[in-house]
RNA sequence: CGGGGUAUAGCGCAGUCCGGUUAGCGCAUCUGGUUUGGGACCAGAGGGUCGCAGGUUCGAAUCCUGCUACCCCGACCA
């Protein structure tokens, strides 16, 4: 687990404030909890971005924009959805400040008060279902396969960097369909999409399963989750995808003739993955040297460093450098040459692997001659000398390797710390002393799964979908019980 | 909202118990020089109304009162 984050007594905060990610907590109170994300740590939401980005579209979907308002009465609409999030809401009032009667600073304006508040989405469906009322009236009019990239805002009690922030940045898909089955079949799809995304291209495994009734989300009929593991032993739900059934379309009252002309509701889901992507890369592979970013996801994939001494060497290098440049560039690599003559290589070295470049090249004097280069990767800290001829290929290699060498790292890691309790005795004992996901048996109740929570702080984070039928009982009542589920101390 | 903690330079801290020169240290910054194959070194410089408001005192970062903010743990949650 990296360091600078975990570690506070650590003199991290330095390179932490500086460089890399700084999703630092906003300082003024007003917006607690809001994120500040520099510049290194946006271009990684940025490829995050645009790899999900082709994924929904290669699935059929479109993006479109929808309003940061939402009226207060349309949360009313649905009887679960508001109660899941009206706890959590900012709401606006009014429109206007005037100059302070006491002619003291800026006051807000008591006659600008609006007549209905107006809520800052935490999630879009009711707006974006009141909008679907206008647009679907014919089965010809379906499916309706729309995803919005947005900011939205939770006004949670606590807040946690990356993992839980007031603000935050995510994509929500809000589909429509004409039967049951279809948008089912919509929800799992998509949460394959997630899974293959974070699979392939975070290099982070996931447990993709259904979530039980009191952790689904606020008006879905099912939500389907993957939920990643942390090097705390913590589990992180990474992104979840909802059935909606029938129940936004009869809030919103959205309904279409079918094809036999009789008039019918229409059947949802909804799906989301957030900025905590960005927390979870950093929490599945750093170390104590910073971040590990997977290549497929890294800003920077090969960083080349010049030693030299004086501007003679320097040119003699950079012309070898920036020939090598160009030659991984067209090979489709994303190359930085830093020359900065304001930074000794050690302190280069040193920043680039805090921001997890996955390979450094080094080109000095001793290189130039011998037409070699040194190249060194981020996932096992190791260094070898190359021939520069060999260097194009030998690198685009190494993006496969370490790919997959991480993502085998963090899957090793997994299965180490996935364990099988069929005692109160061994649950308990791993849940407190060992961490990570705990397969047992639950006899399917919601006291059951409160009660359990209260005692350990574990939740049932997923009822896999790969897990065989296996009769037991369940670890705290002794009931019968089925199939195990898969808890976790969760983020 | 409950429990605990903290507030001193851009960042991280010491000093507070036991009031007393001009409030220190490390990192960062700036200047000059030497350096450059793993976070350079030497010399110098700049940067503070000690969270805010009162009070006690000849004298307050230090003691007292009130307030505010932030952090950690919990309830809540992507």
Redesign the pocket.
């Known amino acids: 687990m990296a360091k600078f984050l975990t570690n ?1 007594e650590e ?1 991290y ?3 932490y ?1 500086d460089l890399v990610i700084k999703a630092d ?1 906003a ?1 003024n ?1 007003a917006v ?2 809001c994120m500040v994300i520099k510049p290194y740590g946006y271009a990684i939401w940025e490829k995050i971005q645009a790899e999900l980005d082709k994924m929904f579209k290669a699935t059929g979907h479109v993006n479109a924009y929808f309003p940061l308002f939402i009226p207060k009465s349309f949360f009313s609409r649905e009887a679960a959805h508001v109660e ?1 999030f009206a ?2 809401c900012a709401v606006v009032t009014h429109y206007r400040l005037k100059n302070s009667p006491d002619g003291k600073g800026i006051v807000v304006d008591p006659e600008a008060k609006l007549e209905e508040e107006l809520i800052v989405r935490p999630t879009s469906e009711t707006i974006i279902w009141n909008t679907y009322k206008d647009w679907i009236h014919s089965y010809r009019d379906l499916p309706l396969l729309i995803n919005q990239w947005a900011n939205v805002v ?1 006004w ?6 990356f ?4 603000e ?1 940045l995510w994509q929500e898909g809000h589909t429509a369909h004409a039967t049951r089955e279809e948008a089912q079949e919509e929800a799992l799809k998509m949460l394959n999409v997630y899974a293959d995304f974070v699979e392939n291209f975070m290099a982070v495994p996931v447990t993709k399963g259904v979530k039980t009734e009191s ?1 689904k ?1 606020a008006g879905a009929i099912d939500t389907y989750t993957i939920e990643m593991l942390m090097q705390d032993g913590k589990a992180l ?4 995808s909802h059935f909606l059934g029938q129940n936004f379309a009869k809030a919103f009252d959205v309904q279409f003739t079918n094809r036999e002309g009789k008039l019918d509701y229409v059947w949802a889901t909804s799906w ?1 993955v ?3 992507l960005i927390g979870a890369l950093i929490m599945a592979h750093g170390d104590n ?1 910073g971040l590990v970013l997977p290549p497929k996801l890294a800003p920077i994939q090969v960083v080349i460093i010049p ?4 501007n003679e060497q320097l040119d003699t290098i950079s012309s070898i450098a920036l020939d090598l440049k160009a030659q991984m560039e067209e090979a489709g690599l994303t190359v930085k040459y830093d020359n900065r ?1 304001t930074q ?4 280069k ?3 680039y ?2 921001k997890g470049v996955p390979v ?1 090249l ?7 001659q011998e037409g070699t280069v ?1 190249v ?1 990767r981020r996932d096992t ?1 190791t ?1 070898e000398t190359i021939r520069k001829e060999e260097v194009v290929q030998h690198v685009k290699a190494l993006m496969n390797d370490i790919q997959q060498n991480i993502f085998r790292k963090a899957a090793e890691f997994r299965k180490m710390k996935t364990y099988k309790a069929d005692t109160w005795e061994e649950f308990i004992d791993i849940i407190e002393n060992r961490g990570g996901f705990v397969m047992a048996h639950w006899d399917g109740t919601p006291e059951t799964e409160e009660e359990i ?1 209260n005692l350990t ?1 574990a939740t049932i984070r997923a009822i896999p979908f790969d897990t065989q039928d296996e009769e037991g009982t369940c670890i705290l009542t002794g009931k019968p019980s089925h199939r195990r589920v898969m808890f976790a101390r ?2």
Do not use: V
Not at 237 to 240: A, L, N
Not at 362 to 368: H, K, M, N, Q, S
């Open positions: 506070r003199n905060s330095q390179w404030n907590m300082e109170s607690r909890g899941g706890k959590e939770r949670e009690m606590r807040t946690r960097l993992l839980r922030t007031t935050f952790e989300f739900q990474g992104g979840t989301g957030t900025t905590r040297n030693i030299y001494k004086g003559d000794k290589p050690g302190f070295f040193a920043e692997e805090l450094r080094a080109i000095g004097p001793r290189d130039a040194e060194a800290l260094k929570k702080k969760a983020y």
